[in-house]
């Protein structure tokens, strides 16, 4: 989180920025009934996590992250691959999410899984940008 919020900021977040970022996007719903999270290891370690949540009939990722060594390696591709095998078989047939222009690892990415970008779905402080993709 420290590095996303610090890309948010233009600067190295404080931990107090960090731990305000946390609260504002909650996770405590992302298992059960409403949502999964994944994460990625290598030896027992992790190097990649992604949610959903669900919302009605739309799946929402968040949390998509690759540890900066990781990146290129397929690893968050994989993630969100089976992110959209688990909510075809939960019943939504649409994910959407929203991120920033600057996290432009993690656009590229959506872009080469076949996202496009829709109008503004929420009004997240974090977000200026948003994606959809039907399953």
Do not use: H
């Amino acid at each position: 989180m420290s590095e996303v919020a610090s890309r948010y900021y233009g600067r190295p977040a404080s931990s107090d920025e960090v731990d305000q970022a946390l609260r504002d996007e909650p996770y405590d719903d992302l298992a059960g009934t409403t949502g999964i999270f994944l994460v990625a290891l290598d030896g027992g370690q992790p190097v990649g996590c992604a949610g959903a949540r669900f919302v009605d009939d739309i799946a929402e990722l968040t949390k998509v992250y690759t540890q900066p060594s990781w990146r290129g390696r397929g690893v968050g591709s994989g993630l969100l691959a089976e992110i959209e095998t688990i909510v075809r078989t939960r019943g939504p047939r649409a994910v959407r999410l929203d991120t920033r222009a600057e996290l432009v690892e993690a656009c590229t990415l959506y872009e080469r899984r076949g996202f496009t970008q829709v109008p503004a779905f929420n009004d997240e402080p974090y977000s200026d940008r948003w994606y959809a993709k039907d399953l």
